[in-house]
Structure formats: structure tokens, C-alpha cells
């Protein structure tokens, strides 16, 4: 019975067939939809089946950004108070599953693209139903392929945004650049005092930055 080509909708033939529905109109609604698939839209069919093949399990990943998104979550939940002795490694996973979920959205994307063209010679209501339903992410799924470099991303486990794409970001990075200036001038003018060019900032990056030496 399973021949479904994603996980998400493996979980959801089980849904029905452990919980099948006792109404008509569902059940007849249902069947429609597979005939026309079958019958008038089996190239379509086709080609909406090669496309979740490449779909990673959109419905536990977008749940999972959902909770990690929780502002709830942030300030109240023990996650919040746990130390993550492979915080990089966690960290990195998590923006592999970001980066795989906007892919999962663009390709659910060329699935209604799929149907929307069928759409005039649509006859099942279900069918009709999901042209019209699905949300159009093009402009959202397209601010986020502009604002970073995904290869970067996964490379670097972290999300580094690109300029005039996040304010705070780049006032942020405006700060530290004229600290950094500031710090140059200091050095310079201690060299200077001390007589030495050999004077320089010493410290790793998590402890004990810029001592002199």
C-alpha cells in the first residue's frame, strides 16, 4: 500500500488507514482526486511525484523551527538554561535543517505551480482545493536565498547575514569596526610610548583579548 515518497505523507497514510474516515462526502472527495490523478493528470502526477522524492521531511522540521522559535521557549524553557558542550555541532545542525526546510518550501512551491496550471482542467474539488490553499513563499523564500549565502552557512555553522539585509546586524558590525579603528589607534600610540614596533595585541579569542606584548 505504501508508496508514498515522502515521510510526512507516510505518516498521513497510516493516519487514515488507522483512523479512516466515516464520511461519504471525505471518502468520495478522496477518490476523485486519485482518479484524476491516475486518469485526465497522470503526466502532472508524474511530475509532482518526482518532486517529493527531493523533499526532506518538511512537517517535523517546520515543527521543530516553530519550537526553536517560540519566544516561550526562549525565556522560560529548561533549553534556555542548558549548556551545550557540542553547541557547534548542535548549532550546525540546525542550520542544515533551515536550509533544507527553505528547499523543501520551494520545491512544495513548484508542486502548486504544478496544479495551478492544471487548474482549469481541475473537476476534483480536493484538487481545487490545494491550488488554491497552498500560501504563495515566493517573495518570503526569496529574501532569505538573497540575505545570506547558504554554502557559507553550512560551511561556517552559522547564518551570516549579507549587508542591508538585517539593521541590527549591520549597526552591530559598524560598533565593533570602530572599535576595532579605536583599538589600532591605541596601539599605535603605545608603540609610540614604549618606543617599540614590535608591540602588538596578544589573547585568545574567548579570554584575555587585546593585553599588550
Not at 153 to 164: D, L, M, Y
Not at 178 to 202: A, H, I, P, T
Request: hydrophobic share 35%.
Amino acid at each position: 500500500l505504501n508508496h508514498c515518497q515522502t515521510a510526512f505523507g507516510a505518516r498521513k497514510l497510516k493516519d487514515m488507514l488507522c483512523r479512516p474516515s466515516q464520511r461519504p462526502g471525505v471518502i468520495n472527495a478522496r477518490l476523485d482526486a486519485i482518479t484524476e490523478l491516475m486518469n485526465d493528470l497522470s503526466p502532472e502526477a508524474d511530475g509532482i511525484r518526482r518532486l517529493l522524492k527531493k523533499m526532506p521531511d518538511l512537517e517535523r522540521q517546520l515543527a521543530r523551527h516553530h519550537a526553536l522559535g517560540s519566544v516561550h521557549r526562549a525565556a522560560d524553557h529548561p533549553d534556555s538554561r542548558a549548556i551545550m558542550y557540542e553547541n557547534d555541532k548542535y548549532n550546525g545542525r540546525k542550520i542544515q535543517d533551515f536550509i533544507s526546510a527553505l528547499e523543501g518550501l520551494k520545491t512544495a512551491g513548484k508542486v502548486k505551480a504544478i496544479l495551478v496550471e492544471s487548474v482549469d482542467r481541475l473537476t476534483s474539488a480536493l484538487l481545487q482545493r490545494l491550488a488554491g490553499t497552498f500560501p504563495d513563499l515566493t517573495s518570503r523564500l526569496a529574501f532569505f536565498s538573497e540575505a545570506f549565502d547558504p554554502v557559507q552557512a553550512k560551511r561556517e555553522g552559522v547564518i551570516t547575514p549579507k549587508p542591508g539585509y538585517d539593521e541590527e546586524y549591520d549597526q552591530a558590525k559598524e560598533g565593533i569596526a570602530g572599535v576595532m579603528g579605536e583599538l589600532d589607534v591605541y596601539l599605535k600610540e603605545q608603540r609610540q610610548r614604549l618606543g617599540s614596533n614590535e608591540v602588538k595585541f596578544w589573547g585568545t579569542k574567548d579570554k584575555d583579548r587585546f593585553q599588550l606584548e
